[in-house]
């Protein structure tokens, strides 16, 4: 299976070319839910919309947090950084 399992094999090869590379440079750890992450945003924006529509995940933007948040995850204008997750 394509990615630990957590894409199916037959959408993944048929993915396009740019999208299969930025997975498999990202994958997440097996134990993990994430498909995908720690994606840097910066020139990667079209492949990142591509592999959400054509895969149907959505994203949660990560980056600097602010001193008081205990939260991981960060507004969509601070992020330096996205995780990709099925839906």
């Known amino acids: 299976m394509a990615l630990n399992g957590k894409v199916d094999t037959l959408k993944f090869w048929?993915?396009?070319?740019?999208?299969?590379?930025?997975?498999?440079k990202h994958k997440a750890h097996p134990l993990e839910k994430a498909?995908?992450?720690?994606i840097p945003i910066k020139g990667n924006e079209e492949t990142i919309e591509k592999l959400v529509k054509m895969l149907k995940l959505k994203r949660r933007y990560r980056g600097p947090r602010t001193r008081y948040t205990f939260m991981r995850d960060c507004v969509k204008?601070?992020?330096?950084?996205?995780?990709?997750?099925?839906?």
């Open 14 to 24: 048929f993915l396009p070319k740019e999208c299969r590379k930025l997975l498999e």
């Open 35 to 38: 498909v995908a992450r720690q």
């Open 77 to 87: 204008a601070d992020a330096e950084r996205v995780s990709l997750y099925a839906r």
